[in-house]
Nanobody, 123 residues
Framework: VQLQASGGGLVQAGGSLRLSCAAS????????MAWFRQAPGKEREFIAS????????YYADSVKGRFTVSRDNAGNTVYLRMNSLIPEDTAVYYC?????????????????WGQGTLVTVSS
């Protein structure tokens, strides 16, 4: 599976962005998809995940109520809608895919990673 993230950019605090992650390969619906982010000098952190069917989602407390993860299995794409952005959301955002039963929250569970897209939120 190859992943290509896009949609990052510069936005003012309070604004919105939608990130996309296009996947190549077959059986996209077999993969749990997730978004992580990494700010300068910090570790990569879990943001959100979505099950293969799209019925189950998990969010980090820091983004709950502001971000929404969704997927289009017919189009092999996962999205991250980000509302009410704050400067602390500034980071490189990565999409990732896994097909195992390890915790959604752990970077170690994910075998496939996209290249990252930069989100900068100005105050």
């Amino acid at each position: 599976v190859q992943l290509q993230a896009s949609g990052g950019g510069l936005v003012q605090a309070g604004g919105s962005l939608r990130l996309s992650c296009a996947a190549s390969g077959r059986a996209f619906s077999n993969y749990v998809m997730a978004w992580f982010r990494q700010a300068p000098g910090k570790e990569r952190e879990f943001i959100a995940s979505i099950s293969g069917s799209g019925r189950t989602t998990y969010y980090a407390d820091s983004v709950k109520g502001r971000f929404t993860v969704s997927r289009d299995n017919a189009g092999n794409t996962v999205y991250l809608r980000m509302n009410s952005l704050i400067p602390e959301d500034t980071a490189v955002y990565y999409c990732a895919a896994k097909a195992n039963s390890l915790s959604d929250y752990s970077t170690r569970a994910y075998v496939y990673w996209g290249q990252g897209t930069l989100v900068t939120v100005s105050s």
